[in-house]
């Protein structure tokens, strides 16, 4: 019996150390939203040209450029600060033209936000009444994969997983691993 309560004991006691360890941690999700989006004639295919060196602006191939911005939201919905962030695309590079970097030293803190602006141009090719139309989220980046390395104060690491093909809304991860 005296071994069972000394058992007992020592769990309860190193309970909350493994809590704090393992589970008391910062909780991140990414939301990604398009801000604006517009597209304007970029050029005109050679192949359109006629003849006489004129060009047929209702049977000529143009090229029409796209752009996007979009804002890429992280929050921590937790009471804890996140510690090292880092983002990271899948196949290890952005899809996105240009992307405002994340300050990996500046903590996340408790309730708080950041906000990176990133930027998308694709090129199409058409005639003017087949011209597309632009769309709410670009084909391209349907297959957005996102994820988001960050410790708590005890540099334990978490993960958080994004993809937008699936479902808009995050997916978390539980991760950890301890490091010294």
């Not at 304007?40 to 359109?48: E, L």
């Not at 990996?104 to 990133?118: N, R």
């Not at 997916?171 to 950890?176: A, L």
């Amino acid at each position: 019996m005296s071994m069972l309560s000394i058992i007992v004991s020592v769990a309860i006691a190193i309970t909350p150390f493994f809590y704090r360890l393992f589970y008391k941690r910062p909780i991140l999700s990414i939301e990604v939203i398009k801000d604006t989006a517009n597209s304007s004639q970029f050029g005109i295919i050679d192949d359109s040209r006629l003849s006489d060196g004129s060009i047929d602006g209702n049977n000529a191939t143009f090229i029409y450029k796209y752009e996007y911005s979009f804002r890429i939201i992280i929050r921590n919905n937790s009471d804890n600060n996140a510690y090292f962030t880092s983002i990271s695309f899948q196949d290890g590079m952005p899809i996105f033209n240009q992307i405002d970097k994340l300050n990996e030293l500046e903590p996340i803190l408790a309730h708080s936000h950041v906000v990176l602006k990133a930027y998308y141009i694709c090129y199409k090719q058409s005639k003017p009444i087949e011209r597309p139309e632009i769309e709410e989220f670009p084909q391209e980046l349907n297959q957005l994969e996102i994820t988001l390395r960050y410790k708590n104060g005890n540099r334990v690491e978490f993960t958080t997983n994004y993809k937008h093909s699936n479902n808009p809304k995050n997916k978390f991860k539980p991760k950890f691993k301890f490091i010294n």
